[in-house]
DNA sequence: TATGTTTGAGGACATATGTCCTTTCCTAAA
DNA sequence: TTTAGGAAAGGACATATGTCCTCAAACATA
């Protein structure tokens, strides 16, 4: 479960190393928060109202259309900023976060943001940056789902979700995610990820195990993978 | 071809009409300029130093692959900023922009931006929010082209191109774009789109003209299309 | 006009992916 | 232990899309 770390020293120190445009007065109402494997950050559809940085571990963002079909949209890693888009447009959350390992946010209220940053230039273009950035990497991966099949998103997801596990393992309980959800998330039919996945072991890339995937080969994957979007 | 506008006054009007955020010192070093259809605004990978604000007409943007594939990426019509992520980022040009209609543009060269507005909160705010509405549309449409068939997103196409044209025919001469380009743009093959031709023929919505299309039903056309990414 | 060349439409087939259903296997409650 | 329920894997078939090729119309040129 989401709790805060009542470390300030930590919090200056993040913002420090990550040279991140928090001004003076932003300081006292800066929050550094932990997030667990599984938690939800936020949910697509919530009012938003706060924004974060992450500065430890890692997310994936994903969206749910109107038909219930979930879409993968990426995995983000420090140094990046949750909840941007909507600060600036004053939308309700546009996709759901959630803690892919363990993870370590800073977290501010959008009401000190428009008391103390709103017209500070440092921090409108850190958030620039960040948000063309990210704009930049959205581009890519749209490009990368148009021109690529399921075989090598597949491959670029399994490379992704077994980053942070010691195993390698990819587990149907994993987080919230079935095995059934990860199909969802790369796009595709949980019949066609079946497939696609016994190709994989019959090339010796993963072995099925227990309720779940073991990666035995990143060689392999990466190979299929190319510019991997999903990291 | 492309050519100024020397007429200050209409570009002050625009500047005023659309609430631009330019600052006094900026005025001197804008230019307005007139692209015909066809014409490009900019070319990917070519370096970037210009920011355009499009107040009249259409544009679309794409994209090639090293395979060679075009994607189209967007329609984009007034207002809205070219070239502002290449400033922000000091990249090279990053897609294609070329005119769809007659076109009319505020330009002005990075260098005067970077000395005059690099540190003006309206400037920077200005940007954030026409990225950050870019960055919500490239999201939308990036789930359009995921969860719909080459039906749907011809259907967008046709409705976006006959848009400007009098005679709601899409002419195989068009700009530089031949028929066979159409397919590259909405990201499928030659073939497929003219299976899906035949298939709108058949029900009336199009008609084939001497080296063309033309639309006949554009209500039956928009019920296939649903919320049209490309306008 | 005759002829060669280019371009577009469409046929035939292959591949990618989706849908539905069946089988198998695991788990939990009786 | 037995059994009902559910999750996972995979079979069978349908649909979407891609590739290659052929034919015909249009167009240019001698």
Redesign the pocket.
């Known amino acids: 479960m989401m709790r805060e770390i009542h470390d300030h020293e930590m919090l200056i120190r993040f913002i420090k190393e990550n040279n991140i445009a928090f001004s003076e007065e932003l300081l006292p109402h800066l929050h550094l928060y932990r997030f667990d494997q599984g938690d939800l950050i936020c949910s697509q559809g919530d009012p938003a109202d706060m924004l974060y940085v992450l500065v430890k571990g890692k997310v994936k963002v994903f969206t749910t259309s109107p038909e219930g079909r979930t879409l993968i949209l990426s995995f983000k890693k420090p140094l990046e900023v949750i909840g941007d888009i909507e600060y600036v447009r004053g939308t309700e959350t546009m996709n759901t976060v959630e803690a892919v390992s363990r993870v370590e946010m800073i977290g501010v209220h959008h009401r000190w943001l428009k008391k103390y940053a709103a017209a500070d230039p440092a921090f409108l273009e850190f958030l620039l940056h960040i948000i063309t950035n990210k704009f930049y990497v959205k581009s890519n991966s749209m490009q990368f789902n148009l021109l690529y ?3 090598v998103r597949l491959a670029s997801y399994l490379l992704s979700v077994s980053y942070d596990s010691s195993s390698n393992v990819l587990k ?1 309980q994993h987080s919230s995610a ?3 959800d990860a199909a969802n998330l790369i ?12 190709q994989f072991c019959a090339n010796g890339f993963i072995e ?1 195990v ?2 779940g ?1 073991m990666v035995i080969d990143r060689a392999g994957l990466t190979a299929i993978a190319g510019n991997n979007i999903y990291e």
Chains 1, 2 share one sequence.
């Open positions: 099949p399921v075989e149907k079935s095995l059934r796009g595709t039919s949980y019949r066609h990820m079946n497939r696609v996945l016994q099925r227990s309720g995937i």
